[in-house]
């Protein structure tokens, strides 16, 4: 059983765990959809995000590593949805978001 939060929230004052409850909490809400390309997240992005490229050396090692991530606005902090990794890098790589 996952948290209740009142969404958005500011990413920044989040733990982990309630990073994870706040991610499964958009996952429900956006029913299982990628807030970026709308797609499933419990499968790949598109082949027109598979193909985007781009420079992986800008990004942490294990970036990929969890397939969902919680996308938030890098200049407030306040959390905008649950997207696939691949999604998340590039709304950042290419949308600066």
């Not at 958005?8 to 958009?26: G, S």
């Amino acid at each position: 059983m996952i948290g209740y939060y009142k969404l958005p929230v500011n990413y920044r004052k989040l733990t982990d765990k309630e990073r994870r409850e706040v991610r499964l909490q958009y996952v429900d809400e956006q029913k299982g959809a990628c807030y970026y390309c709308r797609s499933p997240l419990d499968q790949k992005p598109p082949g027109r995000i598979e193909m985007m490229k781009i420079d992986w050396s800008l990004f942490p090692p294990g970036f990929l590593k969890a397939p969902v991530h919680l996308h938030h606005d890098h200049n407030t902090g306040m959390t905008l949805g649950a997207v696939h990794s691949r999604c998340n890098a590039v709304l950042w790589f290419y949308h600066g978001e």
